[in-house]
C-alpha cells in the first residue's frame, strides 16, 4: 500500500458514516492567517479560532491532510524517522466526539483499514500535573479496546502534553493545548541500554514508531499562569503521512517508502555511492530538496530572511550533503534528481560560496571561533565544512567562541525581525485580541479620512499597543488624527457585531472585501465584517463585538519611508 492510498483511505474513513466528517482544504505553508510563525507546522493552527469556540463554516467534525513544515527536529534528520517537511493525515472535533469516540475511530482505522496487527501496537498517556489529572478516561478506553495494560505507558508533560510551544509552563497566555495519547508501531524487541531494561515506546533504541497521536485540547493558558478549561472539549488527531507509510510496509526506515525512494535512487546514481553506508547524507538530500520544493511551489525565493532564509538554509543543507557523497559536484548534479530553477539557482551560487570559503580557509594557520563564524557569515559558510577542512589539517576549533558569535547573531536577528511580521501578533491573549479588532476599526477610519487610497502595509500588536503600517504621502495633522479617533470610538460605542464568513478570495474580492496583495492566501479566505462600517479578508482572531474593544488613543505617527507612515495607538483607560 503506497502513500496516495493510505492517504485516500483515511480521508475516505472519516468521511464515510458513522464519522461523517467534511474534508476542508489545506492551509499553504506560509499561512497569511497566523502571522506569529514562518510556516504552518501542524494542521491545528488553522483552527485555533474554531478549537476556542468560533462556529466553522463546515459544521464540528473536520478531516484533511496538511503538508507541515517543522524545523525543531532539523537536527535529528539523517536518522530514520524525522523529517523537516511532513504531510499530516488530521481529524477534528469541534466539541461534538470525545476520547472514547476517537481511540475507537484510530484504532478502527489503523488494524482494519490498514492491516496493521493490534498486538504491534502501543499506546502513551499522560499521567497528570497538579493542575491536569491523570487521564485515566483514555486509560480505561484503550483497556476496553484490547489493548493490554502492558502495552499503555504513562509519560509527564515533556511527552504527553501538546501545545504549540510545549508542556504547560511554556504556554504564553491565550495559548490552546491537552493531554495527548500516542499510539506506536513496534517492529520487534530489542533492549534499550540507555536505560537498563525492556525498551519503551518513548525510548530512542529505534523499536517503536510514533503514528499518530490524539490531542485533547480543553485548556487555555491564562496571563495569571493558571489552566482554565475551554467552552468546548476537542480532539485533534495528527498522524504522519510518511511513518504510517513505512509502518504498513514494515520499514523501519522511512526513507524506504515511496515518497523518498527516487529521490534515492537518482541520488545514487549521480553520486555512485549506494545508500547503504551513506544514509545520513542522503536522507537530508531527499527531505531537504523535498520541503525546498515545497516552498518555491508557494512562491518562496531564497534571501536572508524570514521564510527565504529558511529555503535557502534547506537547500545550501543540502548541497553540503551532496559534497560529502562527491566533493567535484557540479549543479548539474541536482538538476538530474529534480527540475526546479530556484533551487538550481541557489545551488550554484552556493557551490562559488563554498570555493571562495575553502580558499579564505586555506590560508589561514589558526581558525579560532570568530573567523568561523565570519566565514559562516560572509559566505554562508557551515561549520560542518569548517571542522570538515580542519580534520583534514588536524586542527581543531574554538567551538565555545563560534557558539558565543552564533548566539549573539541570534539575538540580533530576534530584535531585527520582531516587528517585520505582517499582521504580527504577540500571542493571542485577550488584550491583544482586541487590539487586533482594533486595527480593523482603524484602517476603515483612516481610508474614511484620507481616502481609500490608503493601505495597510503591516502591522504589530502585542498586549501594550498596536502599530499599524499604511500608505499615504504625509503624515497626518492633529486634527486628522482626532477625526480618526473619534471614528474609532463611534464604532465601539455602537457595539457592532463582529462576524465572519468563508469565501473564495475573488468573492471576497467581488464584494469589496480590503485585502493585500503581497499576502499569501489560500483557496478559501475569512472576510470579517464589523457591522457595516468594515469588511475585510483576515485570519483573525477578533472580539465579538466592537463594545469589548473598549476607547482607542493615538499616541504617535511617524514617517517610516516613502508614502510610508506608522501609527501606535492603545486602548484608552476610561
Request: hydrophobic share 35%; proline share 4%; aromatic share 10%.
Amino acid at each position: 500500500m503506497n502513500s496516495d492510498q493510505i492517504r485516500e483511505k483515511y480521508l475516505k474513513f472519516f468521511i464515510s458514516k458513522p464519522r461523517s466528517h467534511r474534508e476542508i482544504e489545506p492551509a499553504p505553508l506560509v499561512l497569511e492567517s497566523d502571522p506569529t510563525t514562518l510556516f504552518t507546522s501542524a494542521g491545528m493552527q488553522p483552527l485555533i479560532p474554531y478549537l476556542k469556540g468560533q462556529p466553522h463554516p463546515k459544521g464540528k467534525r473536520l478531516v484533511d491532510s496538511q503538508p507541515s513544515l517543522r524545523l525543531q527536529d532539523i537536527d535529528e534528520v539523517g536518522d530514520n524517522r524525522h523529517t523537516t517537511f511532513f504531510e499530516m493525515l488530521g481529524n477534528w472535533s469541534l466539541g461534538d466526539y470525545f476520547k472514547k469516540e476517537q481511540l475507537a475511530w484510530i484504532l478502527e482505522f489503523f488494524t482494519k483499514e490498514l492491516g496493521l496487527p493490534k498486538e504491534k501496537l502501543w499506546v502513551s498517556l499522560f499521567e497528570g500535573t497538579k493542575e491536569v489529572p491523570k487521564d485515566n478516561e483514555s486509560f480505561e478506553a484503550w483497556k476496553e479496546l484490547g489493548i493490554p495494560e502492558s502495552r499503555i505507558h504513562f509519560y509527564g508533560a515533556d511527552k504527553n502534553w501538546w501545545s504549540r510551544s510545549g508542556a504547560p509552563e511554556n504556554m504564553p497566555a491565550g495559548e490552546i493545548g491537552g493531554p495527548d495519547s500516542e499510539v506506536f508501531f513496534d517492529f520487534g524487541t530489542k533492549h534499550d541500554s540507555k536505560y537498563g531494561r525492556q525498551c519503551h515506546p518513548n525510548c530512542d533504541c529505534g523499536r517503536f514508531l510514533e503514528i499518530g497521536n490524539s490531542v485533547f485540547i480543553q485548556y487555555e493558558k491564562l496571563a495569571d499562569g493558571s489552566l482554565k478549561e475551554l467552552p468546548q472539549k476537542n480532539v485533534d488527531f495528527g498522524g504522519g503521512l510518511e511513518r504510517i507509510t513505512a509502518a504498513v510496509g514494515g520499514l523501519q526506515d522511512i526513507f524506504e517508502i515511496d515518497i523518498f525512494k527516487p529521490t534515492i535512487l537518482k541520488t545514487e546514481k549521480v553520486t555512485g555511492k549506494k545508500y547503504r553506508g551513506n544514509e545520513k547524507a542522503m536522507r537530508i538530500i531527499a527531505d531537504h530538496l523535498r520541503a525546498a520544493s515545497a516552498l518555491t511551489t508557494e512562491g518562496v525565493i531564497p534571501s536572508n530572511k524570514l521564510q527565504g532564509y529558511i529555503l535557502r538554509r534547506l537547500i545550501r543543507r543540502s548541497a553540503l550533503q551532496m559534497r560529502n557523497l562527491k566533493p567535484d559536484f557540479a549543479t548539474e548534479d541536482f538538476s538530474a534528481i529534480l527540475k526546479n530553477e530556484v533551487i538550481l539557482d541557489e545551488v550554484g551560487k552556493f557551490k562559488d560560496s563554498l570555493n571562495k570559503g575553502l580558499k579564505e580557509l586555506e590560508k589561514l594557520e589558526n581558525v579560532d571561533g570568530k573567523i568561523a563564524f565570519d566565514l559562516y557569515q560572509s559566505y554562508g559558510f557551515p561549520l560542518e565544512v569548517t571542522l570538515d577542512v580542519l580534520s583534514q589539517k588536524g586542527k581543531s576549533l574554538n567551538r565555545k567562541e563560534f557558539e558565543k558569535e552564533f548566539e549573539k547573531h541570534r539575538e540580533l536577528s530576534r530584535s531585527a525581525s520582531a516587528g517585520m511580521f505582517k499582521g504580527g501578533l504577540a500571542d493571542q491573549s485577550e488584550a491583544v485580541i482586541k487590539l487586533h479588532t482594533a486595527t480593523h476599526l482603524l484602517h476603515a477610519a483612516l481610508r474614511k479620512v484620507l481616502g481609500e487610497g490608503v493601505a495597510q502595509k503591516g502591522s504589530n500588536i502585542n498586549a501594550e499597543r498596536l502599530r499599524f503600517d499604511f500608505s499615504t504621502p504625509e503624515k497626518l495633522s492633529d486634527e486628522q488624527i482626532k477625526k480618526v479617533e473619534t471614528i474609532i470610538n463611534e464604532q465601539v460605542d455602537k457595539d457592532w457585531p463582529v462576524s465572519f464568513e468563508t469565501k473564495t478570495l475573488d468573492e471576497a474580492i467581488a464584494e469589496g472585501a480590503l485585502h493585500f496583495f503581497g499576502e499569501k492566501y489560500g483557496k478559501e479566505v475569512k472576510v470579517y465584517s464589523i457591522g457595516s462600517f468594515s469588511k475585510e479578508v483576515c485570519g483573525g482572531p477578533h472580539v465579538k463585538h466592537t463594545g469589548e474593544v473598549g476607547h482607542v488613543r493615538i499616541i504617535k505617527q511617524e514617517k517610516v519611508g516613502s508614502g510610508l507612515v506608522r501609527i501606535y495607538a492603545v486602548n484608552k483607560p476610561e
